[in-house]
């Protein structure tokens, strides 16, 4: 009855375990977001993974552990050995004893630990390391993303190497790779688009939080970089989901790829020639400047940028700051609200198109 009893209590314990485990790994990999979950750094869906899988198998094997202890079934140490030892598959003959070499959980361990490893190295070596070169010497960012990108890549697979050559997987490495060329071969596009998403990483033409724009029917707010797509998010908050390969082979519009100002579409309009130019001039100034969205430097641009046929064409630019990129089409309608109040209390009319139609009666013969 106790052992039922502890057994019931020790599974009980190891759910809320594995619960409170993960909620403090999700804590510790990813920063939450208004609508979404964002990695705190580079390869943190990896490395959650990998702690999430290796913690559950340390959880599950101390409480294998505790069951026989519940049950005051005798474990020594040699039993452990005997389990970690135990041969599941061979891997090849030893070329010096002439022996087969036996695959065992205690090698499956060792090739985790060599993987989670490697992802943690990448971490460190780019975290400390690189950051710390990066500071000394003036190198450009996208240069820094890169080596950055590429170090990480080249640590990771040697790792990956290695602990499947410690284990004797050094032939079904091989296998895997000769599969994955063939299935390259085969489907070609999804692995394009893995490869473009590679691509993307090392260059960083975008980024999740930019806004981009391939043409008007894909545009919006990057929200997530998967392998194999790119979701964007539209201004009417449909989400739309473009293949990776469709990033690279097409121009892109980023209004956030400067990180630091942009300036929204330029807003054109015509007054009647009877208006003094110079009072226009000095009226739109004074919207742009009202205007706490508008930034001040760079100046905002106004020109009289042409005599049309109606009257004085005018030109409007005005620059926002990267943080109101996603509203700047909200910013320019608002100036042009103020535009119009401001040159109606004035008297000034904006200038529309006049045409003249002569209508002549037939003559009578």
Do not use: C
Not at 112 to 131: C, D, H
Not at 177 to 204: A, T
């Amino acid at each position: 009855i106790w052992g039922t009893i502890g057994t019931i209590v020790l599974f009980k314990l190891l759910i809320l375990a594995n619960m409170y485990i993960r909620r403090f790994l999700a804590t510790a990999f990813f920063a939450p977001d208004e609508e979404a979950m964002h990695e705190r750094f580079a390869y943190a869906k990896s490395l959650y993974g990998i702690a999430v899988i290796v913690l559950f198998l340390a959880a599950v094997l101390g409480a294998f552990f505790l069951a026989l202890r519940i049950w005051l079934i005798p474990v020594s140490w040699a039993d452990i050995s005997n389990v970690l030892n135990f041969q599941l598959f061979d891997t090849g003959v030893d070329k010096t004893t002439g022996q087969l070499v036996w695959f065992t959980p205690l090698k499956l361990f060792v090739v985790l630990g060599f993987i989670a490893g490697g992802f943690l190295i990448a971490v460190l070596v780019n975290r400390f390391f690189l950051r710390f070169i990066f500071e000394l010497l003036p190198v450009d960012l996208g240069i820094q993303n890169t080596i950055s990108s590429i170090l990480r890549y080249l640590i990771i697979v040697i790792a990956i190497y290695l602990g499947f050559q410690w284990g004797g997987l050094g032939i079904l490495l091989m296998a895997i790779g000769v599969v994955i060329g063939s299935i390259g071969y085969i489907v070609k596009e999804p692995i394009g688009d893995f490869i473009s998403y590679f691509i993307i990483l090392v260059q960083r033409p975008i980024q999740v939080g930019d806004y981009i724009m391939l043409d008007t029917e894909h545009e919006g707010i990057v929200r997530k970089i998967t392998p194999r797509s790119i979701i964007l998010r539209r201004r009417d908050s449909y989400t739309i989901i473009v293949p990776n390969s469709m990033i690279l082979n097409r121009p892109i519009n980023n209004w956030n790829y400067a990180r630091n100002f942009v300036g929204f579409d330029d807003i054109d309009f015509t007054v009647s020639f009877d208006a003094d130019p110079q009072v226009v001039r000095k009226l739109i100034f004074q919207v742009l400047e009202s205007n706490t969205d508008i930034l001040k430097s760079p100046r905002p641009v106004v020109r009289l940028n042409d005599f049309n046929e109606n009257g004085y064409l005018f030109k409007v630019r005005g620059f926002v700051s990267e943080v109101n990129v996603n509203r700047k089409w909200d910013i320019a309608s608002d100036v042009r609200f103020a535009l119009t109040k401001i040159l109606r209390e004035h008297g000034i009319k904006i200038a529309v198109p006049t045409r003249v139609i002569i209508s002549q009666e037939p003559k009578i013969q």
